[in-house]
């Protein structure tokens, strides 16, 4: 993977941990009693034959890597969310 699409994936990844802590932000606006249950897809990778199965384990050991960072940014603030200003800036 080169230094652009490295670049390119943890912008996209922040993003994506952004996004899921405003959005939680919005739904308390609306609704103060939510309480949110975090999933991640359990898509697999199967490899096809011998040669992928190393290119299958790296994909299978990523794909909960969205949910590990919203984890450790929610995790300090187990009783309440960081603000939207603490997101905006630890998300800068």
Not at 15 to 29: E, T
Not at 50 to 74: H, M, P, Q
Request: aromatic letters at 8%; proline letters at 4%; glycine letters at 4%.
């Amino acid at each position: 993977m080169g230094r652009m699409d490295r670049k390119i994936r943890d912008t996209a990844l922040k993003n994506l941990c952004k996004a899921c802590l405003l959005g939680m932000h919005a739904i308390l606006a609306e609704r103060p009693d939510a309480i949110f249950i975090q999933s991640e897809s359990t898509q697999y990778f199967h490899p096809e034959g011998t040669e992928c199965v190393e290119r299958a384990g790296v994909y299978n050991e990523k794909r909960f890597l969205s949910f590990d960072l919203d984890k450790k940014l929610i995790a300090p603030w187990r009783e309440a969310l960081p603000t939207e200003s603490d997101v905006l800036r630890i998300c800068a």
